[in-house]
C-alpha cells in the first residue's frame, strides 16, 4: 500500500497539469470580480468593445469577465467542451444547432456590422463592377488574383466559404492564400502584400489608416451582413454560467445597447457595430 501512495500522487499531479494545460488561455480580464465568468469571441474582444461592455459590467455587479480569444468556430467548441461560460458570435446555422442539441441557451442578438471586399486600389480583378459578393468572388478566381483566406472555421470564413459555394467555385491554386491568422492580422498580410481580404467593417473603421495601400471595393450586398449573438451554458453547467446570464441581460438592456451602438465614434469619427434594433433587420 505504501508503494502505491506515490503512484496515486503522480497521477493526481499528471491529471492536474492535463486539465490546466487543456484549459483555454485567459487573453484579458475587465472588472473587479469577486464573481466571474469566461467568455470566448473574437473581433469585439480584439477591438475593445468587450473590454467597455465589461468593465461596465463589472462595476455594476461587482463581476470579473476573462475573455478568450477565439473565432466563431472555435467559441462554439468551447462553449460545447464547457470549458466557457458564454459566447459572442456570427454564426446564425451552427448557433441555431447548438440551440437544437440543447448544449447552449440564452440566444440573444446584441448587434451587427457586415463585410467588405477590400483590396488593391488598383483593383486588378475589377470587382467594384461585380453586382453582387459572388460575382466578386468569380471575378477574383478567374483573375487569380491574390486573395487571403481566413482559413480558421471562424464566422468570417465560413461566410467566405458560402459567398465560394454560391459562386460555384473551389478556390485553390497559389493565389488563394491560406493567412491563419485573426482579423486585424489577416488585414495587415493583404494591405503588405497586396491581396484582396473580406473584413468585417468594424476593423475596417478602426485599422484603415494602417490598412492604406487598400481600399473597399465591393459592398453591400445583404449576404455581406453580420449579427453577432450570444450563447451561454444551460444553468448550472458551468460555474460562471449564472454571472454569463446576467451578462447577456446587461448587454441587450437599454444601457448595453447604448455602449455598443456609440463605440469607437469618438476614436474612429464612426461606429464600429450596430445596435440590436439595426441588426433585427438582417435576421
Not at 111 to 137: H, L, M, W
Not at 193 to 203: I, K, L, R
Not at 236 to 251: E, L, M, R
Request: hydrophobic share 45%; glycine share 10%; net charge positive.
Amino acid at each position: 500500500m505504501r508503494k502505491l501512495v506515490p503512484v496515486f500522487v503522480l497521477l493526481a499531479v499528471l491529471l492536474c497539469a492535463a486539465a490546466a494545460q487543456a484549459a483555454p488561455k485567459v487573453t484579458a480580464s475587465y472588472g473587479p470580480g469577486p464573481a466571474e465568468f469566461t467568455l470566448a469571441t473574437g473581433s469585439p474582444g480584439e477591438l475593445g468593445l468587450l473590454k467597455v461592455l465589461g468593465e461596465a459590467f463589472g462595476a455594476k455587479e461587482k463581476a470579473r469577465l476573462n475573455w478568450v480569444k477565439a473565432g466563431s468556430g472555435e467559441s462554439l467548441d468551447l462553449l460545447r467542451a464547457k470549458d466557457v461560460d458564454m459566447i459572442m458570435v456570427h454564426a446564425p446555422k451552427a448557433e441555431k444547432a447548438a440551440l437544437a442539441e440543447g448544449w447552449a441557451v440564452q440566444h440573444a442578438l446584441i448587434g451587427s456590422n457586415e463585410f467588405y471586399i477590400v483590396g488593391p486600389k488598383k483593383d486588378p480583378a475589377g470587382i467594384a463592377k461585380a453586382k453582387s459578393a459572388a460575382e466578386a468572388y468569380a471575378r477574383i478566381a478567374k483573375a487569380e488574383a491574390k486573395f487571403f483566406s481566413r482559413g480558421d472555421n471562424s464566422g468570417t470564413h465560413k461566410k467566405e466559404l458560402a459567398i465560394w459555394k454560391a459562386a460555384e467555385i473551389s478556390p485553390e491554386g497559389g493565389w488563394y492564400i491560406i493567412a491563419k491568422g485573426f482579423m486585424k492580422d489577416a488585414l495587415m498580410r493583404a494591405n503588405v502584400e497586396q491581396g484582396y481580404f473580406m473584413t468585417d467593417s468594424s476593423t475596417w473603421v478602426a485599422e484603415k489608416k494602417a490598412a492604406r495601400k487598400l481600399a473597399i471595393l465591393f459592398r453591400g450586398d445583404g449576404v455581406l451582413i453580420n449579427t453577432y449573438h450570444t450563447l451561454r451554458q444551460p444553468d448550472g453547467a458551468t460555474p460562471g454560467s449564472a454571472t454569463a446570464a446576467k451578462f447577456i441581460d446587461f448587454v441587450s438592456s437599454p444601457a448595453g445597447q447604448k455602449i455598443i451602438a456609440r463605440f469607437g465614434k469618438r476614436e474612429h469619427g464612426a461606429a464600429l457595430y450596430n445596435d440590436a434594433t439595426y441588426a433585427k433587420k438582417y435576421e
